[in-house]
């Protein structure tokens, strides 16, 4: 896989190990690592790192009809496919990441990541 084939997969690409491990050894025509970077990191690898990512946490979803999204009101309750039990799915650019539960941070909600996803679900996600 060349540099550009890295840089081109987009954001996606970041998720990918393998892509992380040949930047980070400067293969594939990669820069080689330089003394002066960040933690030993290879400079096309710190341009990298100020890319914003959009990360989301989904609670659950629900299908309905537009008539019952009409009737919703203040107050209305909607059910939600998922269990109470069951881990929130946390998304990086709308692909699944890994898994997590929601904690307090002082006075904010926060997520505690519990699980991370194989490689070959990344890989399946993006087939979708």
Do not use: C, F
């Not at 293969?27 to 790192?49: D, T």
């Not at 203040?74 to 650019?93: M, T």
């Not at 898994?99 to 991370?116: F, H, N, S």
Request: aromatic share 0%; proline share 5%; charged share 30%.
């Amino acid at each position: 896989m060349s540099a550009d084939d890295m840089m081109g997969g987009g954001p996606d690409a970041l998720l990918d190990p393998d892509v992380l491990r040949e930047l980070e050894m400067g293969g594939g025509g990669a820069a080689p690592r330089h003394a002066g970077g960040s933690e030993g990191m290879p400079k096309n690898m710190e341009l990298l790192m100020d890319v914003p990512l959009e990360i989301s946490v989904r609670l659950g979803q629900v299908r309905m009809q537009i008539r019952d999204l009409l009737k919703l009101n203040k107050g209305s309750l909607i059910e939600l496919e998922r269990e109470a039990d069951e881990p929130l799915e946390i998304h990086v650019n709308n692909r699944l990441l890994a898994y997590g539960e929601v904690v307090m941070i002082k006075d904010k909600l926060g997520v505690r990541i519990t699980d991370i996803v194989s490689l070959s679900e990344r890989l399946e996600s993006l087939r979708r």
